[in-house]
């Protein structure tokens, strides 16, 4: 007699990345029903259409969830908090996309392939959280360091798509693009723009990249704290430090918004001790799965080239002049499709696996 299917339910499906979370999972070979799709009551009734199928939103469940085996949460939102706990209280592992928990200190944030040994911990409380695309990009190219060396020191410049505001980012760089061919405005125009229709004084806002992103680079996004780092620079950093389990380590973090649809890019500079050749890193990153190096002297790839892919392009490898035991790498990954969506497939198949060898881990009926 075959093992019953896993139940899961996709919750929300305005972002953006519920798409490409119903693509990657049903194209996934594993043992789960195919996903519901819920969310609050704006939504339900829309559509999600994923090549052939289409997917219709149901209505949330008041209160109990016991008829699913876990709920991948895609929506930002105020309540989910709540929503997170009423779920895990009913018996239903969550598994959180959102970015909602990462400032929790007890949360580990999960990349797969590459710290699914922490999932077991995870489910201590029901909650898996999953790490933020830009920090699945920068640990999927460190891992494979680890084989050869210890890392010393991380240094990350992040140029981030509108993609990253989903796609509500993705519309309004559009809208910003033809506004400004139409009018010379980035905005249609109201007496708090200046004369490009930019709100100089707009930084936190619900609108994506209000300040202009067409034709432009955002040097920070949101509020800036601290010592001058933004909540997405430092939530970078610590994510880094807790999925390669070196909460010392010390990761620098610039994050910048560029006027691309879809796939984050980064520039990193790694200190690694020994230090490794340029011929080394190739070799490492070769045999690692899901990275595709490029050739030494390759231009480097760009977010139109992996977009709509699962590839992790990684090349541009070289010794940084200014600091020779230091090397300098490019890499540029779909975030919603590859580093959402495939990692929490990625997750979900090491839950399924986990939950098989010890039923009781996450309180559901999987054996």
């Excluded at 949360?107 to 933020?132: F, Q, R």
């Excluded at 798509?161 to 010379?184: C, F, I, P, V």
């Excluded at 490029?294 to 892919?309: C, D, Q, R, Y």
């Excluded at 940084?320 to 580093?339: E, I, K, Q, T, Y």
Aim: hydrophobic content about 45%; charged content about 20%; some cysteine.
């Amino acid at each position: 007699m075959s093992s019953p299917k896993a139940r899961i339910a996709v919750v929300g499906s305005r972002f953006g990345s519920a798409a490409e979370l119903l693509s990657a999972l049903t194209s996934a070979d594993l043992p789960i029903d195919l996903p519901l799709v819920v969310g609050p009551s704006a939504e339900v009734g829309t559509e999600v259409y994923v090549g052939e199928r289409t997917f219709v939103v149901h209505p949330m469940p008041d209160e109990d969830w016991s008829g699913f085996d876990l709920a991948i949460l895609c929506d930002p939102a105020p309540d989910l908090i709540r929503l997170s706990r009423m779920i895990r209280e009913a018996g239903c592992t969550v598994l959180d996309l959102t970015g909602a928990f990462l400032d929790y200190r007890e949360v580990i944030p999960l990349v797969g392939g590459v710290n699914e040994g922490a999932l077991p911990e995870a489910l201590k409380t029901s909650l898996l959280v999953a790490a933020p695309p830009l920090a699945v990009l920068i640990c999927s190219v460190l891992k494979p360091l680890l084989v050869r060396a210890e890392l010393k020191r991380v240094s990350s410049l992040a140029l981030v798509a509108a993609s990253h505001a989903g796609k509500d980012g993705m519309e309004t760089l559009s809208r910003q693009t033809l506004n400004l061919y139409r009018s010379g405005r980035v905005h249609d125009g109201d007496d708090e723009t200046n004369e490009q229709g930019v709100d100089e004084n707009t930084y936190d806002t619900e609108i994506p990249f209000a300040q202009g992103l067409a034709f432009n680079i955002l040097p920070s996004l949101g509020s800036i704290h601290g010592e001058g780092v933004t909540l997405e620079e430092g939530r970078l950093a610590r994510s880094v430090q807790a999925v390669l389990g070196l909460p010392n380590l010390p990761v620098g973090a610039t994050i910048v918004a560029v006027p691309v649809f879809a796939a984050h890019a980064v520039h990193l500079g790694i200190e690694l001790n020994p230090a490794l050749s340029v011929e080394d890193v190739h070799h490492l990153f070769e045999s690692a799965e899901g990275l595709v190096p490029e050739a030494p002297m390759s231009p480097g790839l760009t977010p139109f080239h992996v977009a709509g892919t699962d590839a992790i392009a990684v090349g541009r490898v070289r010794v940084d002049s200014a600091h020779p035991g230091a090397l300098l790498v490019w890499a540029v990954a779909d975030n919603l499709g590859r580093c959402v969506a495939r990692n929490a497939v990625d997750i979900l198949r090491a839950w399924l696996a986990c939950a098989r060898v010890d039923g009781g881990a996450d309180k559901r009926r999987l054996e």
